[in-house]
Nanobody
Framework: DVQLVESGGGSVQAGGSLRLSCAAS????????MSWFRQAPGKEREGVGA???????RYADSVKGRFTISKDNTENTLSLQMNSLKPEDTAMYYC???????????????????WGQGTQVTVS
């Protein structure tokens, strides 16, 4: 079974940085996309950044220039480096994996097949 386990969330002051990690296991797909989504209380879940198996990345406009998504294929770990954090970045952050149309329809989350449990990021 595919498992995604996030870590690295926490509380930070505005302007600070955090690095989220997602340990992925149980999949053997050669073509896939992985993404970070976030959901703040009372708001819909939104795509933050995505990376395809060929290394292509894409970002939400709200985080461009501040967040960087990357994947370590040796360790099967997805990361999100978040710099210059703002209070509006406060949310639960989720790691997700898709082997179908997720990349095409991103930042929609409906095509992503596998999800982690989430990690909380609070910026004050």
């Amino acid at each position: 079974d595919v498992q995604l386990v996030e870590s690295g969330g926490g509380s930070v002051q505005a302007g600070g940085s955090l690095r989220l990690s997602c340990a992925a296991s149980g999949y053997t797909y050669s073509s896939y996309s992985m993404s970070w989504f976030r959901q703040a209380p009372g708001k819909e879940r939104e795509g933050v950044g995505a990376i395809r198996s060929d290394g292509t990345t894409r970002y939400a406009d709200s985080v461009k220039g501040r967040f960087t998504i990357s994947k370590d294929n040796t360790e099967n770990t997805l990361s999100l480096q978040m710099n210059s954090l703002k209070p509006e970045d406060t949310a639960m952050y989720y790691c997700a994996l898709d082997v179908g149309m997720g990349w095409v329809h991103w930042p929609k989350d409906t095509d992503f097949d596998y999800w982690g449990q989430g990690t909380q990021v609070t910026v004050s």
